[in-house]
């Protein structure tokens, strides 16, 4: 069973524009999710978590998400755009106390210039 | 750079071979992990290595093995390779077992069956 789905497997958008990046989870007890971000032959960089408190969670590169439990989802956006935010985003979510990461497909994002 | 170092960054070798990568976590961390990056499958957890034990076991076929050492690097051993093995390998690792924990990925190995 697919634990994470990313909507869309590539996204593109104009410099300037609102990212809205979808990420929805299966998991019946509250997960602990993340925001991993991949740029050209590089490895994953954490841009953000949830584990408990707060529902919006800010990270790094003016990035935030919000963890809807009602809507199973974890949305990544960010207002404005920049060049340098295209790359390949991947959401994941650790489930039932285990420390492995559960990827989704993950999404390109295409940043017009 | 997160701290977490990969060795080979580029391998290519053939069907039939073996091969090793390496992987040396930030300092501190204890807990190493190993994911494995492929078109058609994605990003996929393999294992995990806790202070040198195996502690958790993903979709690793058995031709693969993986150790951590007592100086806490760790290697993951691919045989009798197939073309269907040529990937990424990434290693991550984490400063304990709290679920909580973030976890640092290395720049990965490229390995490339032909």
């Known amino acids: 069973a697919q634990s994470v789905t990313q909507l869309g497997s590539h996204v593109s958008v104009s410099e300037g524009a609102l990212v809205l990046l979808r990420c929805n989870y299966s998991s019946s007890v509250p997960p602990y999710l993340f925001w991993y971000v991949q740029y050209p032959n590089q490895g994953l960089q954490l841009l953000l978590k949830y584990t408990t408190g707060a529902t919006l969670v800010k990270g790094i590169n003016g990035f935030e998400a919000e963890f809807k439990k009602s809507e199973t989802s974890f949305h990544l956006t960010k207002p404005s755009a920049h060049m340098s935010d295209a790359a390949e985003y991947f959401c994941?979510?650790?489930?039932?106390?285990?420390?492995?990461?559960?990827f989704g497909q993950g999404t390109r994002l295409t940043i017009n210039p | 750079d997160s701290g977490v170092t990969q060795t080979p960054k580029h391998l290519i070798t053939a069907t039939g071979q073996r091969v090793t990568l390496r992987c040396s976590p930030r300092s501190g961390d204890l807990s190493v992990y190993w994911y494995q990056q492929s078109l058609d499958q994605g990003l996929q957890f393999l294992i995990q290595y806790y202070n040198g034990e195996e502690r958790a076991k993903g979709n690793i076929l058995e031709r693969f093995s993986a150790q951590q050492f007592p100086d806490l690097h760790s290697e993951l051993n691919l045989s009798s390779l197939e073309l269907g093995d040529s990937a990424l390998y990434f290693c991550a690792s984490s400063e304990g077992l709290a679920v909580y924990n973030e976890q640092f990925f290395g720049p990965g190995t490229r390995l490339t069956v032909l």
């Open positions: 994941a979510v650790k489930l039932g106390g285990a420390q492995k990461l559960v």
